[in-house]
């Protein structure tokens, strides 16, 4: 159980001594006295966190009184209570016994539990300082050590460094420019493929920048509805909506003196284009429910799967706010643009997997990693390591075998080599086209082995497919019904539909 605080009321007047302290005894424990001595002697025998006294008392004043009780007792909180509001008094009861709050009669109950509760928060706060300064005096090198290895942990879990590529990669590229990027206050947008690693990369920009003492708060802008959205970001007030049962500090708050990453921000809806727009220009904005306007210092980092350029042109995207957002841009390479860094991206997955997972599983068959070349991996980084997690699941081996491997990989379409990368691996071989028929006949199958060969590439997505392709997916179907193309086709032998 809890003690409550002990608050000293002091007063000449009984009467007064005896309402005060009924009051305040619905929360804390109370002392009364009547006389200086009287309280002098109960400040000797209690620990006293705040003390409620009268001005106006015989033989000394409440200001004398209390300016005693700062030298010996200087973390009690004192309050002076009292009638006469003459300017000298206020400014002697300031400047010579350090009073926290100067109460005037006629007081409210309400107004005395208030300044009770908030001196006693007071006490409770000087005295938690005090203790964690002695702490920290006592074993300043322990605590600044400890404090030190923990953010260099941090700092090298987000660092370039730690994103996994070859020297030759086309990402090497993307985080020289990165790192560059970084040192500078400018915002910055980060255009690539779902699953190639954005938010990695902008935690790296956050802590290779200035702000890197400061938070990294992110929000998926494509995942929540507008209303929700605003609420998020900006926070809201209590009542401002049904079920704004308290008020609530926003991220953009949140995210003060460090970062704010906006990822999928091509998603946000026109009307929320202007709020996003308003907040960059200003620096600034108003919580739900309210009319004040706070400012806050966040430098924006936004990530987006689409082309932003494209959804400016097509009237998606407001242009202002693009322009807003683009200090710099940077490109991730999809996972298919980068085959070298396939194998050792994908024995670090499986190092990171067996660690958490408490496995022991020494790596990849050669021929695991000709078919994890061969497939183009339209999940990007994501897809591989849940296709390695996949397999580690089902191992009963040290190694990583080809029997694991799920049909969509082992039926992916070949890598061409890329300058300064891997050679390239053996291709699948492709559909026999005949030698004879028609010349209808043979579009026909040259367009059935275009089909399958895109569709097993998007992994049997047929909106992805149907994108690649220029075809709606109305269109898709059709094909893919006239050529008799299935997902258990694989690599087979397409069955000949009726040209």
């Given at each position: 159980m809890v003690t409550p605080a002990c608050i000293l009321v002091v007063d000449d007047e009984p009467r007064s001594v005896e309402v005060i302290a009924r009051i305040l005894r619905e929360e804390f424990e109370v002392l009364s006295a009547t006389n200086v001595e009287q309280a002098r002697t109960l400040l000797e025998?209690?620990?006293?966190?705040?003390?409620?006294?009268?001005?106006?008392?015989?033989?000394?004043?409440?200001?004398?009184f209390l300016a005693d009780v700062r030298a010996r007792w200087p973390d009690i909180v004192r309050m002076i209570v009292t009638g006469y509001t003459e300017p000298d008094d206020m400014i002697d009861a300031i400047n010579q016994a350090g009073i926290y709050q100067y109460i005037t009669k006629p007081w409210h109950p309400d107004q005395l539990l208030l300044a009770a509760r908030n001196a006693t928060q007071l006490f409770a706060m000087q005295r938690a300082y005090e203790r964690l300064s002695l702490e920290l005096r006592l074993a300043p090198p322990v605590a600044e050590g400890r404090l030190r290895q923990q953010r260099e942990r941090v700092v090298g879990s987000y660092h370039f460094d730690a994103i996994i590529r070859t020297p030759a990669s086309p990402m090497s590229d993307v985080c020289r420019q990165?790192?560059?990027?970084?040192?500078?206050?400018?915002?910055?947008?980060?255009?690539?493929?779902?699953?190639?690693?954005?938010?990695?990369?902008?935690?790296?920009?956050?802590?290779?920048?200035?702000?890197?003492?400061?938070?990294?708060?992110?929000?998926?802008?494509?995942?929540?509805?507008?209303?929700?959205?605003?609420?998020?970001?900006?926070?809201?007030?209590?009542?401002?909506?049904?079920?704004?049962?308290?008020?609530?500090?926003?991220l953009v708050e949140e995210a003060d003196g460090g970062t704010l990453f906006l990822d999928e921000i091509g998603d946000i809806s026109p009307a929320f284009q202007v709020k996003i727009l308003r907040f960059l220009q200003e620096g600034e904005f108003r919580a739900l429910g309210t009319n004040e306007t706070t400012r806050v210092d966040v430098r924006v980092l936004a990530a987006t799967h689409r082309t932003l350029r494209e959804e400016v042109r097509a009237g998606r995207f407001r242009e202002d706010l693009y322009f807003r957002l683009t200090g710099m841009v940077l490109s991730i390479p999809p996972l298919r643009s980068r085959p070298a860094d396939i194998p050792v991206l994908a024995q670090h997955l499986l190092d990171a997997a067996c660690a958490r997972h408490g496995r022991h599983v020494r790596g990849f068959t050669s021929d695991v990693l000709d078919a994890l070349l061969r497939y183009a991996w339209p999940g990007n980084v994501r897809e591989l390591q849940n296709e390695i997690?996949?397999?580690?699941?089902?191992?009963?081996?040290?190694?990583?075998?080809?029997?694991?491997?799920?049909?969509?990989?082992?039926?992916?379409?070949?890598?061409?080599?890329?300058?300064?990368?891997?050679?390239?691996?053996?291709?699948?071989?492709?559909?026999?086209?005949?030698?004879?028929?028609?010349?209808?006949?043979?579009?026909?199958?040259?367009?059935?082995?275009?089909?399958?060969?895109?569709?097993?590439?998007?992994?049997?997505?047929?909106?992805?497919?149907?994108?690649?392709?220029?075809?709606?997916?109305?269109?898709?179907?059709?094909?893919?019904?006239?050529?008799?193309?299935?997902?258990?086709?694989?690599?087979?032998?397409?069955?000949?539909?009726?040209?």
């Open positions: 025998n209690n620990w006293v966190h705040a003390i409620f006294c009268d001005q106006r008392m015989p033989g000394m004043s409440g200001v004398e990165a790192a560059k990027t970084a040192v500078f206050d400018i915002p910055v947008l980060i255009e690539g493929e779902t699953g190639t690693g954005k938010e990695l990369l902008a935690r790296a920009v956050h802590y290779a920048s200035q702000r890197n003492a400061g938070a990294f708060v992110a929000v998926n802008c494509g995942a929540i509805p507008d209303d929700l959205l605003e609420s998020e970001l900006f926070g809201h007030r209590k009542g401002a909506f049904t079920g704004a049962h308290a008020n609530r500090r926003g997690l996949r397999m580690l699941v089902l191992a009963e081996s040290d190694s990583l075998g080809l029997e694991l491997l799920s049909p969509i990989v082992m039926g992916g379409t070949p890598q061409p080599a890329v300058a300064g990368g891997v050679p390239p691996v053996a291709s699948a071989p492709a559909a026999s086209l005949p030698d004879m028929g028609t010349l209808q006949e043979r579009m026909d199958a040259l367009e059935a082995d275009v089909l399958i060969k895109t569709i097993v590439r998007c992994g049997w997505n047929k909106s992805l497919t149907a994108r690649e392709l220029g075809l709606s997916r109305v269109g898709l179907r059709a094909k893919l019904e006239r050529y008799g193309i299935v997902p258990d086709a694989g690599q087979q032998t397409l069955q000949k539909g009726n040209s």
